[in-house]
């Protein structure tokens, strides 16, 4: 919309062409809105690749599972699962009351490793 101004020049109104332009914005958002979740809806088979709320399978498990672990078997089973392809061997496992720690050496430089499996959960902790 125009009208004449004091000179006879024409002024456009300020006032439709903001109204205009929210409403264009409103139409805009409400209609990206309902495709994303028409969208969502659609595609419940995504799964994203980082495991948020979820668990990753790895060659040791789903990781951040907890698993309970009981007896010295299921923690050296756990360790040589860890340490399959490298040059560390089981030196000793003590049993404590809330864990056992696991006593490694690398088999090519000597080096000694200490490391905690929790019993409560199956994690495996270096503590060295």
């Known amino acids: 919309?125009?009208?004449?101004?004091?000179?006879?020049?024409?002024?456009?109104?300020?006032?439709?062409?903001?109204?205009?332009?929210?409403?264009?914005?409103?139409?805009?958002v409400t209609m990206a809105a309902l495709l994303y979740s028409a969208l969502c809806r659609a595609a419940p088979m995504y799964q994203p690749a980082v495991p948020f709320g979820g668990y990753a399978k790895d060659r040791c498990g789903h990781y951040g599972a907890r698993s309970v672990v009981t007896?010295?078997?299921?923690?050296?089973?756990?360790?040589?699962?860890?340490?399959?392809?490298?040059?560390w061997e089981i030196e000793t496992i003590a049993e404590r009351p809330r864990y056992f720690r696991v006593h490694l050496k690398d088999s090519r430089t000597g080096q000694q490793q200490v490391v905690i499996i929790d019993k409560s959960t199956g994690r495996v902790r270096p503590i060295n």
């Open 1 to 28: 919309m125009t009208d004449t101004g004091k000179g006879g020049e024409e002024v456009v109104r300020q006032s439709s062409c903001r109204g205009i332009k929210r409403h264009t914005l409103l139409v805009a």
């Open 71 to 87: 007896d010295r078997k299921q923690a050296e089973a756990i360790v040589t699962a860890l340490l399959e392809d490298s040059n």
